[in-house]
């Protein structure tokens, strides 16, 4: 006698099923770990921006810049 499910996979598909479930599972980990990966060295990025520009206010190379500068179109 198999094992079936509500579907009425045997054993054999349920496996099948699981081993696809697991994978997607992993896959899914995987894309969530990267993303705050890079989400974690961006924050970083910006803050070195950050400090440099602070840096390079004190020294009197470049003026208060409050947000982004953009020329007028």
């Known amino acids: 006698m198999t094992k ?7 054993g054999r598909n349920l496996t ?3 081993i696809t479930l697991a994978a ?3 896959a899914l980990v995987l894309a969530g ?8 060295q961006h924050v970083q990025v910006l803050k070195i921006g ?3 520009g602070e840096r390079l206010q004190m020294r009197g190379y470049i ?5 982004a500068q953009h020329e007028q179109r």
């Not at 770990?33 to 974690?40: C, E, G, L």
């Open 16 to 18: 099948k099923y699981r």
């Open 24 to 26: 997607a599972l992993a």
């Open 33 to 40: 770990w990267m993303i705050q990966t890079a989400y974690s």
């Open 50 to 52: 950050d400090q440099t």
């Open 4 to 10: 079936r499910n509500v579907t009425g996979q045997d």
């Open 63 to 67: 003026g208060h810049q409050e947000g």
